[in-house]
């Protein structure tokens, strides 16, 4: 079945650094793959949408990479800082059906100051 | 635009009881989707409304179900909760046209099953 793995242990990085995320996938190839930031208690926030035939999206200090031989996309926050503080899910169409997400369980990211 | 808005933010149950958990969509989008968080599973697909008809299903039991009024906002249902029905609820909307639409969460209601 459709699995979707993101690292499960909190980055913990200095203001200022890139942090980088991994969201890997298996037994499926999706049309596209979407990035959320969640904050605690808080609903999912979209980020950004890429394509199967993109390879690289970019908005302001986020970066996404959808790599599909290698089943894998990269996110990456530039430059950053403690408000970046949050847990990041990635998501996949579903092969069930249109408009149906898969995420995976989420990164979660400490800037420290 | 007001937000999606989720209604109640929290619910405390007990066992063999049932819920009715509300979402309110964003003004003008046709599409609702519920999802159930848990930190074990993550964030799992409930099921998904267009005009007012059930378009896809997840995989939860027949315990779960919804509907969608005329006006887009979304009930969902939880009949004889188990204590594992404890979970962030979150519903999302959008226009309701493609796939690739971004989906609009809203703050989700926090049910704990006793």
């Known amino acids: 079945s459709q699995k979707i793995e993101q690292n499960s242990e909190a980055l913990n990085i200095q203001e200022g650094k890139t942090a980088t995320l991994t969201c890997n996938y298996t037994n499926y190839s999706p049309a596209y793959l979407q990035w959320y930031r969640q904050d605690p208690g808080r609903g999912p926030v979209f980020l950004l949408l890429?394509?199967?035939?993109?390879k690289e999206k970019r908005k302001e200090r986020l970066k996404v990479t959808f790599d599909t031989t290698l089943k894998q996309s990269l996110f990456h926050i530039t430059a950053s800082q403690p408000a970046d503080s949050a847990t990041y899910l990635c998501?996949?169409?579903?092969?069930?059906?249109?408009?149906?997400?898969?995420f995976g369980k989420g990164n979660q990211v400490v800037v420290i100051p | 635009k007001a937000g999606v808005t989720q209604t109640p933010r929290y619910l405390i149950k007990t066992r063999g009881q049932q819920v009715t958990l509300s979402c309110s969509p964003i003004s003008g989008h046709r599409s609702v989707s519920w999802y159930q968080q848990t930190p074990g599973q993550g964030l799992q697909f409930l099921f998904e409304?267009?005009?007012?008809?059930?378009?896809n299903k997840g995989n939860f039991p027949g315990r779960f179900s919804g509907r969608q009024f005329s006006n887009s906002r979304s009930e969902m249902n939880v009949s004889t909760l188990e204590l594992g029905d404890s979970a962030l609820y979150l519903c999302a909307s959008y226009p309701g046209g493609g796939s690739t639409e971004t989906q609009y969460f809203g703050p989700g209601t926090r049910l704990l099953v006793l």
């Open positions: 409304y267009f005009s007012e008809t059930q378009r």
């Open positions: 890429i394509r199967e035939n993109e």
């Open positions: 998501a996949l169409d579903s092969p069930y059906g249109n408009n149906r997400l898969a």
